[in-house]
Protein backbone atom coordinates (compact mmCIF):
# COMPACT_ATOMS: atom_id res chain seq x y z
CA UNK A 1 0.00 0.00 0.00
CA UNK A 2 1.27 3.49 -0.81
CA UNK A 3 0.33 6.89 1.00
CA UNK A 4 1.16 9.76 -0.89
CA UNK A 5 1.12 13.29 0.64
CA UNK A 6 1.86 14.99 -2.21
CA UNK A 7 2.90 17.79 -1.28
CA UNK A 8 3.05 17.71 2.68
CA UNK A 9 1.03 21.24 4.44
CA UNK A 10 4.14 20.16 7.18
CA UNK A 11 6.32 17.27 8.27
CA UNK A 12 8.28 17.02 11.36
CA UNK A 13 10.37 13.80 13.14
CA UNK A 14 9.82 14.10 16.75
CA UNK A 15 10.38 11.68 20.35
CA UNK A 16 7.59 11.37 22.84
CA UNK A 17 8.65 9.51 26.73
CA UNK A 18 11.42 10.30 29.18
CA UNK A 19 15.16 10.47 28.32
CA UNK A 20 16.30 6.70 27.91
CA UNK A 21 12.75 5.53 26.92
CA UNK A 22 11.78 8.16 24.33
CA UNK A 23 9.56 6.33 20.99
CA UNK A 24 10.82 8.55 17.61
CA UNK A 25 8.72 9.22 15.02
CA UNK A 26 8.32 10.98 11.41
CA UNK A 27 4.93 12.78 11.37
CA UNK A 28 3.68 14.79 8.06
CA UNK A 29 0.36 15.82 7.37
CA UNK A 30 -1.55 16.64 3.93
CA UNK A 31 -4.76 18.69 4.72
CA UNK A 32 -6.87 15.97 7.36
CA UNK A 33 -4.63 13.68 6.38
CA UNK A 34 -2.14 12.37 8.89
CA UNK A 35 0.53 9.97 8.83
CA UNK A 36 2.92 8.90 11.34
CA UNK A 37 5.69 6.25 11.37
CA UNK A 38 8.11 4.97 13.84
CA UNK A 39 11.56 5.12 13.96
CA UNK A 40 14.43 4.59 15.27
CA UNK A 41 16.44 7.63 16.75
CA UNK A 42 19.75 6.75 14.09
CA UNK A 43 17.69 6.96 11.45
CA UNK A 44 16.50 10.35 12.59
CA UNK A 45 19.98 11.40 13.21
CA UNK A 46 20.87 10.15 9.44
CA UNK A 47 17.73 11.77 7.86
CA UNK A 48 18.57 15.32 9.11
CA UNK A 49 22.34 14.92 8.40
CA UNK A 50 21.34 13.36 4.94
CA UNK A 51 18.71 16.48 4.35
CA UNK A 52 21.56 19.04 5.11
CA UNK A 53 24.21 17.78 2.83
CA UNK A 54 21.54 17.39 0.08
CA UNK A 55 21.01 21.26 0.26
CA UNK A 56 24.89 21.98 0.23
CA UNK A 57 24.83 20.32 -3.05
CA UNK A 58 21.89 22.17 -4.48
CA UNK A 59 23.32 25.44 -3.92
CA UNK A 60 20.36 27.45 -3.77
CA UNK A 61 19.08 30.02 -0.81
CA UNK A 62 17.06 28.37 1.55
CA UNK A 63 14.61 29.66 3.59
CA UNK A 64 14.48 29.27 7.41
CA UNK A 65 10.97 27.19 7.10
CA UNK A 66 8.61 26.51 10.15
CA UNK A 67 9.91 27.76 13.47
CA UNK A 68 11.03 25.49 16.11
CA UNK A 69 7.41 26.00 17.88
CA UNK A 70 5.87 24.24 15.27
CA UNK A 71 7.76 21.25 14.87
CA UNK A 72 5.66 19.68 17.65
CA UNK A 73 3.77 16.09 16.65
CA UNK A 74 -0.42 16.11 16.17
CA UNK A 75 -2.39 14.59 18.73
CA UNK A 76 -3.13 11.82 18.40
CA UNK A 77 0.15 10.37 17.49
CA UNK A 78 -1.07 6.59 15.47
CA UNK A 79 2.02 5.38 13.95
CA UNK A 80 1.04 3.40 10.55
CA UNK A 81 4.18 0.92 11.27
CA UNK A 82 7.28 0.97 11.19
CA UNK A 83 9.67 2.54 8.88
CA UNK A 84 12.75 0.42 7.73
CA UNK A 85 14.49 1.29 4.58
CA UNK A 86 14.78 5.63 3.63
CA UNK A 87 15.23 6.78 0.81
CA UNK A 88 15.87 10.80 -0.11
CA UNK A 89 15.86 12.53 -3.76
CA UNK A 90 15.35 15.83 -4.88
CA UNK A 91 12.82 16.66 -8.16
CA UNK A 92 14.54 19.78 -9.61
CA UNK A 93 11.52 20.45 -12.11
CA UNK A 94 9.06 21.08 -8.69
CA UNK A 95 11.58 21.79 -6.37
CA UNK A 96 10.79 19.58 -4.22
CA UNK A 97 12.69 16.79 -1.71
CA UNK A 98 11.05 13.42 -1.56
CA UNK A 99 10.85 11.12 1.53
CA UNK A 100 9.82 7.43 0.80
CA UNK A 101 10.00 5.30 3.60
CA UNK A 102 9.21 1.59 3.43
CA UNK A 103 7.73 -0.56 6.32
CA UNK A 104 9.56 -2.61 8.17
CA UNK A 105 8.43 -6.51 7.68
CA UNK A 106 8.50 -9.08 10.57
CA UNK A 107 11.07 -11.12 9.15
CA UNK A 108 12.96 -7.90 8.33
CA UNK A 109 13.25 -6.97 11.99
CA UNK A 110 14.15 -10.73 13.08
CA UNK A 111 17.10 -10.52 10.56
CA UNK A 112 18.21 -7.07 11.97
CA UNK A 113 20.41 -6.80 9.73
CA UNK A 114 21.00 -2.78 10.31
CA UNK A 115 20.17 -1.10 13.41
CA UNK A 116 20.33 2.55 11.46
CA UNK A 117 18.14 2.08 8.23
CA UNK A 118 19.19 3.35 5.09
CA UNK A 119 19.48 6.60 4.36
CA UNK A 120 19.81 7.06 0.16
CA UNK A 121 21.01 10.04 -1.77
CA UNK A 122 18.81 9.03 -4.85
CA UNK A 123 15.56 7.32 -4.47
CA UNK A 124 15.42 3.74 -6.18
CA UNK A 125 15.71 0.19 -5.40
CA UNK A 126 18.27 -2.08 -6.30
CA UNK A 127 17.49 -5.86 -7.16
CA UNK A 128 20.03 -8.60 -6.12
CA UNK A 129 19.16 -11.57 -8.08
CA UNK A 130 20.48 -15.36 -7.41
CA UNK A 131 20.43 -18.43 -9.55
CA UNK A 132 19.44 -21.15 -8.02
CA UNK A 133 21.92 -24.47 -9.07
CA UNK A 134 21.55 -26.67 -11.51
CA UNK A 135 21.80 -30.28 -11.46
CA UNK A 136 25.63 -31.59 -11.77
CA UNK A 137 24.60 -33.91 -14.44
CA UNK A 138 22.41 -35.34 -16.63
CA UNK A 139 21.08 -38.80 -15.89
CA UNK A 140 23.43 -40.98 -18.46
CA UNK A 141 20.49 -43.14 -20.11
CA UNK A 142 22.94 -45.81 -19.97
CA UNK A 143 23.26 -49.63 -18.39
CA UNK A 144 24.40 -47.97 -14.81
CA UNK A 145 21.33 -48.76 -12.73
CA UNK A 146 23.36 -46.73 -10.01
CA UNK A 147 23.85 -43.61 -11.33
CA UNK A 148 20.51 -43.51 -12.92
CA UNK A 149 18.61 -44.42 -9.67
CA UNK A 150 21.04 -41.51 -8.27
CA UNK A 151 19.12 -39.27 -10.30
CA UNK A 152 15.88 -40.31 -9.90
CA UNK A 153 16.48 -39.70 -5.83
CA UNK A 154 17.81 -36.11 -6.24
CA UNK A 155 14.64 -35.70 -8.70
CA UNK A 156 11.94 -37.22 -5.85
CA UNK A 157 14.02 -34.56 -2.73
CA UNK A 158 13.68 -32.29 -5.22
CA UNK A 159 9.82 -32.47 -5.71
CA UNK A 160 9.59 -32.93 -2.04
CA UNK A 161 11.39 -29.15 -1.87
CA UNK A 162 9.07 -28.00 -4.00
CA UNK A 163 5.80 -29.18 -2.37
CA UNK A 164 7.06 -28.16 0.81
CA UNK A 165 7.68 -24.73 0.10
CA UNK A 166 4.53 -24.35 -1.88
CA UNK A 167 3.00 -25.11 1.54
CA UNK A 168 4.77 -22.91 3.70
CA UNK A 169 3.62 -20.01 0.89
CA UNK A 170 0.25 -21.05 1.80
CA UNK A 171 0.60 -20.72 5.26
CA UNK A 172 2.33 -17.23 5.25
CA UNK A 173 1.31 -15.64 2.60
CA UNK A 174 4.29 -12.78 1.79
CA UNK A 175 3.27 -9.46 1.64
CA UNK A 176 4.59 -6.11 0.03
CA UNK A 177 6.08 -3.67 2.53
CA UNK A 178 3.82 -0.28 3.00
CA UNK A 179 5.17 2.49 1.69
CA UNK A 180 4.51 6.34 2.63
CA UNK A 181 6.01 9.35 0.49
CA UNK A 182 6.27 12.83 2.03
CA UNK A 183 6.98 15.99 -0.85
CA UNK A 184 8.40 18.81 0.92
CA UNK A 185 9.95 22.12 0.06
CA UNK A 186 13.16 22.43 0.92
CA UNK A 187 12.50 24.99 3.54
CA UNK A 188 10.17 22.34 5.48
CA UNK A 189 13.06 19.49 5.11
CA UNK A 190 15.67 22.52 7.03
CA UNK A 191 13.07 22.54 9.52
CA UNK A 192 12.58 18.82 9.89
CA UNK A 193 16.34 18.18 10.01
CA UNK A 194 16.99 21.39 12.27
CA UNK A 195 14.58 20.32 15.16
CA UNK A 196 15.62 16.47 14.54
CA UNK A 197 18.82 16.89 15.40
CA UNK A 198 17.76 18.93 18.42
CA UNK A 199 15.30 16.23 19.41
CA UNK A 200 18.10 13.36 19.22
CA UNK A 201 20.50 15.37 21.33
CA UNK A 202 18.26 16.39 23.83
CA UNK A 203 18.85 12.46 25.51
CA UNK A 204 20.22 11.03 28.13
CA UNK A 205 24.15 12.90 29.04
CA UNK A 206 26.58 10.36 28.22
CA UNK A 207 29.53 9.53 30.84
CA UNK A 208 32.59 11.53 29.93
CA UNK A 209 34.81 8.28 31.42
CA UNK A 210 32.54 5.53 29.35
CA UNK A 211 30.51 7.28 26.76
CA UNK A 212 27.52 5.17 27.99
CA UNK A 213 24.20 7.14 28.48
CA UNK A 214 23.68 8.18 32.22
CA UNK A 215 20.16 6.81 33.82
CA UNK A 216 18.51 9.15 36.16
CA UNK A 217 19.01 7.53 38.76
CA UNK A 218 22.58 7.01 38.48
CA UNK A 219 25.17 5.58 36.46
CA UNK A 220 26.90 2.60 37.31
CA UNK A 221 30.48 3.11 35.40
CA UNK A 222 32.48 0.27 34.21
CA UNK A 223 35.59 2.09 33.69
CA UNK A 224 36.00 2.94 37.36
CA UNK A 225 35.20 -1.48 37.88
CA UNK A 226 31.88 -0.48 39.23
CA UNK A 227 33.60 1.18 42.50
CA UNK A 228 31.47 4.35 42.00
CA UNK A 229 28.30 5.69 41.00
CA UNK A 230 28.03 9.20 39.06
CA UNK A 231 25.28 11.06 39.15
CA UNK A 232 23.55 13.04 35.89
Known sequence: MLIDLDPVDRITADAVGPPGQRVFYLQGRKADRVVSLLVEKQQVQLLAASVVEILSRLGKKT???????????????????????????????RDLILLEAEELLPEEEEEDESDE????????VELETTELPGPEGEPNGGSDDTGWSEDLEGLQELEELE?????????EPSREPGRV???????????????????????????????NPIEPEGHQCPALNGHRTTGE
Open 63 to 93: GEGPAEEAMGLEEPVTPEWRAGRLSIGYEEE
Open 117 to 124: GEILEELG
Open 163 to 171: ELEELRELE
Open 181 to 211: RFWATREQMLSLARHGAAVCAQGRPLCRLCH
